[in-house]
Nanobody, 121 residues
Framework: QVQLVESGGGLVQAGGSLRLSCVASGSFFSINIMAWYRQAPGKQREFVAGIISDGTTNYAGSVRGRFTISRDNAKNTVYLQMNALKPEDTAVYYC???????????????WGQGTQVTVSS
């Protein structure tokens, strides 16, 4: 089992910045992928950014160049630095991990409880 706790959400004006954090704890062998998703009211949850354990990153087109994902493997923590925020970035942001219980096991997905990000115009 992996527990994920997000923090760093809040209210910010357009053009501002926020930094989200997500700490993973529990019993696991490794965390392969750490990612951020978001869900705006009335919309489906969508991928925002992801990072593999080797540091390879991927971004949704709508945030590329504005958001930066990073991770600290020693702390089992993933960060999302969000700059130049827009009102359309308003959503609940969720942390997701894909982890293994052993070297030979399949991967398991875990989700955090979400943190609200509101960008005012």
């Amino acid at each position: 089992q992996v527990q994920l706790v997000e923090s760093g959400g809040g209210l910010v004006q357009a053009g501002g910045s926020l930094r989200l954090s997500c700490v993973a704890s529990g019993s696991f062998f490794s965390i392969n992928i750490m990612a951020w998703y978001r869900q705006a009211p009335g919309k489906q949850r969508e991928f925002v950014a992801g990072i593999i354990s080797d540091g390879t990153t991927n971004y949704a087109g709508s945030v590329r160049g504005r958001f930066t994902i990073s991770r600290d493997n020693a702390k089992n923590t993933v960060y999302l630095q969000m700059n130049a925020l827009k009102p359309e970035d308003t959503a609940v942001y969720y942390c997701k991990t894909e982890s293994k219980t052993a070297a030979w096991s399949r991967t398991y997905d875990y989700w955090g409880q979400g943190t609200q990000v509101t960008v005012s115009s």
